[in-house]
Structure formats: C-alpha cells, structure tokens
C-alpha cells in the first residue's frame, strides 16, 4: 500500500471522528449515569449545567472513564480514599495526555487543511470549447 498525503489526512480525519463520536457516547452516558458519581454536588443540576460541561466531556472522556472506573470501585470510605490516591497516581498520564492533545491536534489540523484540494478561481476554469459552425 502507498501512503500518500491524501491517505494520511484521511486517515488522521477517521481517527478524529472515531475519537469524537466513542467521546459523544459516552458524554451521553456520563450524563445520565456517571456524574453524580464521581462529584456529588452536580445532582439536581440543570440541562444548562450540563451542555457547558459537554465539550469538556467529549474531549476529555478516557481520563473521566478511568475516574469513573476507579470511583465506582470504591466501596467504603477508606477505599474512597485509597481510589483518590490513585487518582494522584495518574496526573503525569493525564500530563502526557494533554501535552500529546497539544501536539497532535493542531498537527492534525496542518496535515489536514495542507492536504485539501486546490480551489480554483474562477480566472482559471475555461469554459468548454464550443463546436465551430
């Protein structure tokens, strides 16, 4: 197989969408199921509330997963505690997450908009030549 620019912008735009629509799901399904969980005090919140946190959810949805995992593991108050323990564990993997967003989403971006087709203008597009009579 030949990788060429238009197969790679194609493939980094499938791996965007895939990304964003398991990150869609499972907005929706964090929604109804897991924010009370994980933060007490979003119960009874309003559907303002929650389309502002939307997007950070989409965005955001393994490390809130990984939250949500290890909240719900929790049984009692010492295991509470020894999930957020944990939860400290995973800052340098939440680090590397953000600085790889940071890299590879306008990297993405670049490969994506160099790889477009050229517009024309106008100037430049030539009718058909008509048939002489």
Do not use: C
Request: charged share 15%; proline share 7%; no cysteine.
């Amino acid at each position: 197989m030949s990788w060429n620019a238009n197969s790679v912008g194609d493939w980094a735009l499938a791996l965007l969408a895939a990304y964003l629509f398991a990150g869609l799901g499972f907005a929706a399904w964090f929604h109804f199921r897991g924010i009370v969980r994980l933060d007490a005090a979003t119960k009874g919140t309003g559907l303002g509330f929650r389309l502002i946190i939307s997007p950070g959810l989409i965005a955001l949805w393994p490390m809130l997963w990984f939250r949500w995992v290890a909240a719900s593991q929790a049984a009692s108050k010492q295991d509470h505690l020894k999930a957020q323990e944990s939860l400290a564990k995973l800052r340098p993997v939440h680090r590397w997450t953000w600085l790889g967003l940071l890299v590879l989403v306008p990297a993405l971006l670049v490969i994506v908009l160099w790889n477009r087709p050229a517009e024309r203008l106008p100037s430049q597009i030539h009718p058909p030549s008509q048939p002489q009579r």
